[in-house]
Structures are given as structure tokens and as C-alpha cells.
């Protein structure tokens, strides 16, 4: 391939225009010397990088160009974080140390890029360098969220040039976004990002649904511009006549929204619930912002009928994220070609709530101490992840610490009441247990019930919205292992995990002294590292405390002991090779490993794997059923070898995104014709024979093996499921057109397990 000819001159001229929009974009933030400091740290990282380029080709220095850029310009950050956003790789691709940074700028930006630097070298087997990572950016959360709010920026600009990596690399960095970096924007209060990292997620995780959706938004477009224009024709009128400050347009739902809906609904596109919605900003004084709010609704609900079930009321209490808006769905007349109205979503809000929501948190921040409901509500959940984060240690792996904070990334909330009337926000699906530890550590590992209402209600009762619950304690309760299963709150589990580690070390001490004493016995004078691998391999422990804890507990008999040691002294070679694991660094060293493995055995399978494309033995994942045609990946397990998942996989989002560093290539051949058994749901009207004429297409016309079938009938409709032996995609696709032409058939679809 000829090489492409770089016109150095040019690039030059394009840097430097992109480095005056980010000082022009800046200007309203800056003081002082803040521009030389800019000017200063621009040339560092343009020297730093003067040799490197992006996969596109393009000089390195655009990216963290662009990371400042979207730092200044959608999250509204300033001179500190335009800084550190333009300084962000250097300490990780250069040889420039932390200490250069904090000599030449301070400690402040040395400790926010010391938090956006990727933790280096080899992880212990069972651990996740994403994971590791995350863990890192996180506890910075305790110093100063910018670091968050930069590798977010960060982040965004890799999606938006996702397009020059490789497949691979793009299905694992989209899926780890979908995953982690969009909660995470979610919860910061950052929607306008959040929407656009799950759009590129979709965009590269499943293509196709993502083309799909939004080539059905285009072509509509002009008709939905035209319809929000007779919308809120009768709105502006009215809001005009009251003469209020305001702005009103309307907007299509994000592609990403519009694909879970149809995934989660078995909707048609044109049936969706509030396709797009109309949103109305005031611009108002602080102290009328509700009054105006709430006066609003009242002009859009005089004109269109609202569904009462549809009401949201974010301005007299907000999200947790500090989310502010009124939300209601009213039915418009019928338009052009409808012969019915549909369902439109109104959003209200001003100008302040408008930016928080668009902004988050840094937003937030900016109208400090002129709305405490907002600064109370985003503060508790900081406070609840800082606990969580500081009540971690190494006994929990960053994979179950990245899952506890997860779970407060995304999710609804239910609003309680303390017996005094002291509003509570919790998540939904939140305990009397989770209610017990909001109120202080104490009450919940002394409590033993509560009441709802007046009513006793055990530990385990889930919350509902308007509540009111009194704690019933006892001194003799202590917290155990099963209120783990109970609680759903991040704080709640980690006050839990504490009480537990303080009532367990007794224990691990006692077990810790048992295996030493035994083994000196058994002629192991030392309880080594090496020692304690093999007895976690063998004893299916977790981790060394398990294991000590299961032994101090006896929940393990010391007699076992002896097993262990003539089961090693027997298998010592095949032993050593299942408990002393050589942790998988990538996924090279695996395929050669496995190359070996292997390199005697027939060549009989029809899948290529890895960046050289060999042929090696696999599993295909029972949680997905991958055939022949699929989009498919590899992934390197720890004791099953490579399993094939199709990227659309249920798991694939956690996979990809927790142990990225263990996904390889995979790629269908059409070598060999092999069989798949594939899940169907046919769903329909019933009439009398449609059993026999579904059965018919797939075993007479189409000579296709069924496994097992199942069919049910409810109300006049049917719900068939069918096991069948499928060839490929393409297999698959002619069958399901044939039982879509079957009399009554009105649906069938791939069923995802």
C-alpha cells in the first residue's frame, strides 16, 4: 500500500487553530495568568506527542485538543481541568513523570492526572485491569470529581473517533460505555453526554438495530417537525398571552431509548410511547420557579388531555443526580394522515434546571448555595460512594466494588418517610434494612424489623413510594452474611461488609494458625504464597481470607489437610498445572499456550480465532446459543478455555467491559456445515390447526429437526416456544420468513435466555 503523503505545514496550522477555539471557548472562565498556564501546558503536551499519531492517522495532539474542548464547552469545567484534560496522557505514552507535572503546575493537577493514568503492569489471576482502572478514577471521587468529569470528556471523544479501531477493540470499548461511562454520566447528571455515549455504544455493539432506528428517524423527520409545530402551536399562544420568558422545541427520544424500548416491548417503532418529546424552559427568577413550572402545566393540560399515571414531579423533590424537571404525557388531536392522537411527552423546566440537567454536576456546583435540595440530594450520593470506597480494602476485588457502585449508577428511586416526616430518597428496590442504614450504621446493625404504617414488616419488606417507617432495633442483633442478599443500597453493603470483617478476623486469625500448624505436621515448615494458591485452587476458595475463614469457622475439617496432601503428592504435576494458574495477560500468550495445547488434534472446528485467525478448541456459551452467521467474539475464561458469546449477548456488555483484556477475535468460517440449536417464539392468534401447519413449515417443507417444543394459549392468543437444530444465520432467516407467512402467526422472534 502506498504511502499517504503528510503535508506537516498544514497539520501545524490545524493544531494551532484548534488550540485559539479552546482559548476563545475558555475566555469567560479565565483569571489572571490562567491563559499562560493554558499556553504552558498546551506546548508540554504538544512536545510530549510530537511523534505520535492516532489510528486515524491523525497527530496525537487532537485528542487531548478535543478532551479540553468538550471539558470547557459541554460540561462547563474551567482553567484546572483544561489543564489536566490537556495534560492527560502525557505521564502514561511519555517519559514525562508526575513530578515534572507537579513541579511545573502544583500538586492539585499532579493528583488529578495521577487519577486519569491507567495503572500499569500485570494484574493477579482473577482480577480485571478495566476494573482496576475504575477503582483508581473512583477513589479520586474523595478528593475532586474532576478527574471523573475529564476521563468522561475523555472517554467521549474516544467514541466519537471509535471508527478508525479495529472491530474488535470498537465492540470492547462500546460495550465497557454502555456498561460503566453512561451510568456513571447518568449519575453525574450529565444527560446530554450519557445520551450520546449510549447512542456511539449502540452504534457499535449492534450496528444494524442502531442503522435501523436511526434511518426510521430521518425519514420521518420532516413529519415529526411538522407535527411538534401544530403541537405546541396552541402552547405558545397561551404562554405569549401570559407574557412568560421562555423557549419551547421539540426533540426525538435517543436512538439508544428508542432500542430498548422495542427490545424490552416487542413494540412497532410507529407504536412507541412518547417517541419524542417537547420541552419547555422559563426563564424565570429563582423564587417563581416552581409556581411557573407548575403554572405551565396547567396551560399544556387545558389544551391536550394528560395521562395521570404519566406525571413526574421533579421540581418539589429532585433526583439524587440534582435532576430537575415536571414531566407529564398528554394525548394531542389527530394530524394529517393519523386518524387518532398520540402520546407526547412535555417536559418543563428553566434555564437553571435546564443546565444542570444538560451540564450535571458541574453545573451543579456553579448555583451552589442557591438550591440546597439540589446540593443535599447530589452530596448524599457522593457521601455514600466515598463510604463505599473507603470502607473497600483489598478483600474485595475492584469487580465486586465496580458492581457495588454500579448499581447506584443507574436506577430508579422511591421516596420514604422517617416517623418524624423527614423525607428519605432512596434506590428503588430499596429494604427496610437499606431505610434502617440511612439513618445511621447503628440502627441498621441493631435492627431487627420495622413497621410501614404501623404494621410490623420483616428486614427483607421493599420500600414504596410515600412510606413511613419506624425502626425496631435490639441489642443482641448482629449483622450477618445473609443481609448481604437483602440490602440493595451500595452504603448499606458496604456497612455490612465491615461489621462482618470485624466479627470474621477472629476467625481468619484462628484459621490462618490451624493450616500453619497442621502443615508443619505435614512437613510444610512455611505457609508460603505459593502454598496458599494451591489450597485456594483446591478448597474453591475465593481468596487466602476464605480460605482461613472457612477453616477458623470448620466449615473445612483440619483433617482435610491430609487430602490435599496426598491428592498433590499423586497428581503433582496435573496439580500444578489446575492451582498455580499463570495469570492471562492477553490474549497472545493464551493463543499460543492454546496453539500448543492443541496442535495435534484434528482440524475439525469452524471458527477462527484470534489476530492471526488459527484454529482452536472452543465452547459455545449456553447464554446467548451463538450459530453459524453470528457476530461473535472470543472469550478467554479461567478454567473452561474460550467460549463464543454473539455480541448481542445479554452478557457481553459485562464481559467486555469488566475483562476486556480477555476478549479475542472470533470469525465464522463456512467450511464445515454443523448444527445449532437455536430457541424461537412464535406468538399469534389461535385457531384450530395452527400447532400442525408451524409444525409442518419447520419439519415437512423446510426438513428441519425440532427438539423440543411448547406451546400456550390465553384469552384466544398463543405463545409457542421451539428448540431447533439451525445450520446458520441464513438458515435461520428463511425459516422465520416461511412461519411468518403461517395463517395466525403475527410475531416470531430469536429468543434471548
Not at 422517617?418 to 431505610?435: E, M
Request: proline share 3%; aromatic share 8%; glycine share 6%.
Amino acid at each position: 500500500m502506498k504511502p499517504i503523503a503528510i503535508d506537516l505545514e498544514k497539520e501545524r496550522i490545524e493544531i494551532l487553530k484548534r488550540y485559539r477555539k479552546l482559548l476563545r471557548t475558555a475566555k469567560p472562565y479565565l483569571k489572571d495568568d490562567d491563559a499562560k498556564q493554558i499556553k504552558k501546558a498546551f506546548l508540554l503536551s504538544a512536545e510530549a506527542h510530537k511523534d505520535m499519531r492516532r489510528k486515524s492517522g491523525e497527530p496525537y495532539i487532537y485528542h487531548p485538543l478535543a478532551v479540553a474542548q468538550i471539558c470547557v464547552e459541554e460540561i462547563g469545567l474551567g482553567t484546572t481541568s483544561i489543564i489536566s484534560a490537556l495534560m492527560h496522557d502525557v505521564v502514561e505514552d511519555t517519559n514525562t513523570t508526575l513530578l515534572d507535572i507537579e513541579k511545573e503546575f502544583g500538586p492539585k493537577i499532579a493528583s488529578i492526572i495521577d487519577g486519569l493514568t491507567k495503572i500499569a503492569g500485570t494484574f493477579d489471576y482473577g482480577t480485571s485491569q478495566q476494573a482496576e482502572n475504575f477503582r483508581k478514577m473512583l477513589l479520586t471521587l474523595s478528593d475532586d470529581i474532576r478527574v471523573i468529569l475529564i476521563k468522561l470528556a475523555d472517554r467521549l471523544h474516544n467514541m466519537r473517533t471509535l471508527s478508525s479501531m479495529a472491530k474488535e477493540k470498537q465492540l470492547k470499548i462500546a460495550s465497557e460505555t454502555i456498561y460503566l461511562y453512561a451510568p456513571l454520566a447518568h449519575r453525574l447528571g450529565l444527560n446530554a453526554i450519557k445520551s450520546e455515549l449510549e447512542d456511539l455504544g449502540l452504534k457499535y455493539t449492534e450496528p444494524e438495530a442502531y442503522r435501523e432506528i436511526a434511518h426510521k428517524l430521518m425519514e420521518n423527520k420532516r413529519n415529526r417537525e411538522s407535527f411538534v409545530e401544530h403541537f405546541i402551536r396552541p402552547i405558545k399562544k397561551s404562554l405569549d398571552e401570559r407574557s412568560l420568558a421562555y423557549t419551547i422545541k421539540g426533540r426525538p427520544k435517543s436512538i439508544y431509548s428508542i432500542y430498548n424500548k422495542l427490545k424490552k416491548g416487542n413494540t412497532a417503532f410507529d407504536k412507541i410511547y412518547d417517541l419524542f418529546a417537547v420541552r419547555v424552559v422559563l426563564d424565570v427568577p429563582l423564587e417563581r420557579e416552581k409556581s411557573d413550572c407548575w403554572e405551565v402545566y396547567s396551560i399544556v393540560t387545558d389544551h391536550y388531555r394528560p395521562n395521570p399515571s404519566r406525571l413526574k414531579d421533579w421540581v418539589s423533590t429532585p433526583k439524587s443526580n440534582g435532576y430537575e424537571s415536571l414531566h407529564t404525557t398528554v394525548m394531542s388531536l389527530p394530524y394529517g394522515s393519523d386518524k387518532e392522537g398520540r402520546w407526547v411527552e412535555v417536559q418543563i423546566r428553566t434555564k437553571r434546571m435546564d443546565e444542570i440537567a444538560e451540564k450535571g454536576v458541574a453545573a451543579h456546583f456553579k448555583y451552589k448555595g442557591t438550591d440546597t435540595r439540589t446540593n443535599q440530594a447530589f452530596e448524599s450520593w457522593l457521601s455514600q460512594v466515598r463510604e463505599a470506597l473507603e470502607s473497600n480494602d483489598k478483600t474485595q476485588s475492584a469487580v465486586e466494588l465496580v458492581d457495588d457502585i454500579k448499581n447506584s449508577l443507574y436506577h430508579e428511586e422511591v421516596f420514604v418517610f422517617t416517623p418524624k416526616g423527614k423525607l428519605i430518597v432512596l434506590q428503588s428496590g430499596s429494604t427496610a434494612l437499606d431505610f434502617a442504614f440511612e439513618i445511621h450504621s447503628e440502627v441498621g446493625a441493631k435492627c431487627i424489623g420495622a413497621k410501614v404504617g404501623g404494621k410490623l414488616v420483616p428486614l427483607s419488606h421493599k420500600l414504596q413510594n410515600g412510606d413511613q417507617i419506624e425502626i425496631l432495633t435490639s441489642s443482641k442483633q448482629k449483622p450477618s452474611e445473609d443481609w448481604l442478599r437483602i440490602v440493595y443500597t451500595t452504603k448499606a453493603k458496604a456497612r455490612i461488609k465491615d461489621f462482618i470483617k470485624e466479627e470474621n478476623k477472629s476467625h481468619l486469625i484462628k484459621g490462618r494458625d490451624m493450616i500453619e500448624a497442621r502443615l508443619k505436621h505435614l512437613g510444610y515448615p512455611t505457609l508460603t504464597l505459593e502454598l496458599t494458591n494451591q489450597l485456594r485452587a483446591y478448597f474453591n476458595a475465593k481468596d487466602a481470607n476464605d480460605l482461613f475463614y472457612r477453616f477458623g469457622k470448620v466449615y473445612i475439617p483440619i483433617e482435610q489437610l491430609k487430602h490435599w496432601k496426598s491428592d498433590k503428592e499423586m497428581h503433582e504435576r496435573k496439580q500444578a498445572e489446575k492451582s498455580i494458574q499463570a495469570p492471562i495477560v492477553d490474549s497472545k500468550s493464551f493463543r499460543k499456550e492454546m496453539q500448543q495445547y492443541h496442535k495435534d488434534r484434528k482440524e475439525s472446528d469452524i471458527l477462527l480465532i484470534g489476530e492471526d485467525m488459527d484454529k482452536v478448541d472452543y465452547t459455545l456459551a449456553k447464554c446467548c446459543n451463538p450459530i453459524s452467521g453470528d457476530e461473535v467474539f472470543g472469550f478467554v475464561t479461567i478454567n473452561e478455555g474460550i467460549k463464543i458469546h454473539r455480541t448481542g449477548c445479554p452478557n457481553s456488555p459485562e464481559l467486555l467491559s469488566r475483562h476486556g483484556d480477555r476478549v479475542i477475535k472470533a470469525q465464522w468460517t463456512s467450511q464445515i456445515a454443523m448444527s445449532f440449536i437455536v430457541e424461537l417464539v412464535i406468538r399469534g392468534i389461535d385457531r384450530v390447526g395452527l400447532v400442525n401447519d408451524v409444525t409442518r413449515v419447520i419439519s415437512d417443507e423446510l426438513q428441519v429437526n425440532i427438539t423440543a417444543l411448547t406451546i400456550g394459549v390465553k384469552d384466544g392468543l398463543f405463545e409457542g416456544k421451539i428448540s431447533l437444530m439451525i445450520q446458520d444465520t441464513v438458515h435461520l432467516e428463511s425459516l422465520v420468513t416461511e412461519l411468518e407467512q403461517v395463517t395466525g402467526v403475527i410475531e416470531v422472534a430469536r429468543e434471548e435466555i
